[in-house]
C-alpha cells in the first residue's frame, strides 16, 4: 500500500506507479478482483499527482470494469491496449524524466514477485529466467542519465546503488543458472528497495 498523500517529490511518485503497476499486473494475472480494484484506484490517485488527465486513463476503469464481471479475456486484451497508451505517454514531452522511475520501480516489484516465487520451487532451469543483463544495463544507464537534483533523491539514490549488485547476480550465460542463496539474495534486495518506494519518505 502506497499512502498517495504523502508522496511529496516527483520522482518517488514515479517509481511509486512503477510498483503498483506492476501489482495491478499480478492481481490480474491471479484473478483477483479485489486486488485489482485496490490498485487501480492507488495507481489513478499517483498518476493525477503526475499530472495525467483523466481521459488518459479511461481505459483503466475499462480493464476495472471487465475485472468486476469476471470477464478475464477482456481484461487482457485491454491490458494490452493500456501498456500502448501508457508507453506513449510516456514518450510525450515532459516525461523523459520520468519513464525510467517508472520502468525501474515497475520491474524491482516483478523482481521481488519472480525471485519469491523461484525461492519457494527452486531448480536451476527456473532460476535462469531471472537473466536480465541487457535490461538491468539499460535502466542503469537511464537512471544516470537523469539530473543530479533527481538521482540525489533519496529513493533514487537506494535504487541506483543497489543496482550494480543486481546485475552481477543476473549476468549469468545463456544456459547458466543463479543459486538458491543467490535468488534469495535478489529477492531480499528487490524486497529492500520496494519497501523503501512504497513507504512514508
Known amino acids: 500500500f502506497v499512502d498517495v ?3 511529496k517529490e516527483e520522482s518517488d511518485a514515479a517509481l511509486a506507479l512503477g510498483v503498483k503497476i506492476a501489482d495491478g499486473i499480478m492481481a490480474i494475472k491471479a484473478k483477483d478482483v479485489n ?3 485496490d490498485c487501480s484506484r492507488q495507481i489513478e490517485e499517483i498518476a493525477k499527482k503526475l499530472g495525467v488527465k483523466d481521459g488518459e486513463m479511461s481505459r483503466a476503469k475499462t480493464v476495472r470494469g471487465h475485472a468486476n464481471k469476471n470477464e478475464w479475456l477482456q481484461v487482457f486484451m485491454e491490458l494490452g491496449f493500456l501498456q500502448t497508451d501508457i508507453m506513449n505517454s510516456l514518450r510525450a514531452q ?3 524524466k520520468r519513464r525510467p522511475l517508472i ?3 515497475g520491474w524491482m516489484q516483478g523482481l521481488h514477485y519472480t525471485s519469491h516465487v523461484i525461492v519457494k520451487h527452486y531448480s536451476a532451469q527456473a532460476s535462469n529466467f531471472l537473466r536480465e543483463p541487457v535490461l538491468v544495463k539499460a535502466i542503469q544507464g537511464e537512471l544516470d ?6 538521482k540525489s533523491q533519496p529513493k533514487v539514490a537506494a535504487l ?3 543496482l550494480p549488485g543486481v546485475y552481477t547476480a543476473v ?3 545463456i544456459e547458466g543458472s543463479i543459486s538458491k542463496d543467490g535468488v534469495r539474495k535478489l529477492l531480499e534486495t528487490s524486497g529492500e528497495i ?3 518506494i512504497t513507504s512514508v519518505p
Open 194 to 196: 520496494v519497501d523503501k
Open 94 to 96: 515532459g516525461n523523459a
Open 5 to 7: 498523500s504523502k508522496l
Open 103 to 105: 520502468i525501474s520501480g
Open 145 to 150: 542519465a537523469l539530473p543530479s537534483e533527481i
Open 160 to 162: 541506483i546503488a543497489l
Open 171 to 173: 549476468n549469468i550465460p
Open 35 to 37: 486486488g485489482l480494484n
